[in-house]
Nanobody, 126 residues
Framework: QVQLEESGGGLVQAGGSLRLSCVAS????????MGWFRQAPGKEREFVAS????????GYNESVKGRFTVSRDNAENTVYLQMNSLKPEDTAVYYC???????????????????WGQGTQVTVSS
């Protein structure tokens, strides 16, 4: 019922910045918490950030806290992940997810998400 499409990935040097976008289409009238996850080769999928349906609550993996910022523009059905001070260990495929939740709820467990995008590659060189 909901389709997600990520964009904004690419190749950047350590210390640089990227902004990822996730645009939702289809049935977007429900209350959806949104999340960003990443997966590097040989590693498990890792929680990065989540934002509540009303945008009032956010949560971050400690490894990115202070460097990454998640935000949303509900009028445009878009969620963003601003990534600053990038490190080589941030290299991964980044995925956007959506799940129906109450207005103030964030979700940090990948298995609880209902919808996923195809992912966008982020590569940070040293």
């Amino acid at each position: 019922q909901v389709q997600l499409e990520e964009s904004g990935g690419g190749l950047v040097q350590a210390g640089g910045s990227l902004r990822l976008s996730c645009v939702a289409s289809g049935r977007t009238d429900s209350s959806y918490a949104m999340g960003w996850f990443r997966q590097a080769p040989g590693k498990e999928r890792e929680f990065v950030a989540s934002i509540s349906p009303n945008g009032g609550t956010t949560g971050y993996n400690e490894s990115v806290k202070g460097r990454f910022t998640v935000s949303r523009d509900n009028a445009e059905n878009t969620v963003y992940l601003q990534m600053n001070s990038l490190k080589p260990e941030d290299t991964a495929v980044y995925y956007c997810g959506a799940v129906r939740r109450q207005l103030h709820t964030i979700v940090v467990v990948a298995a609880q998400y209902e919808y996923w995008g195809q992912g966008t590659q982020v590569t940070v060189s040293s």
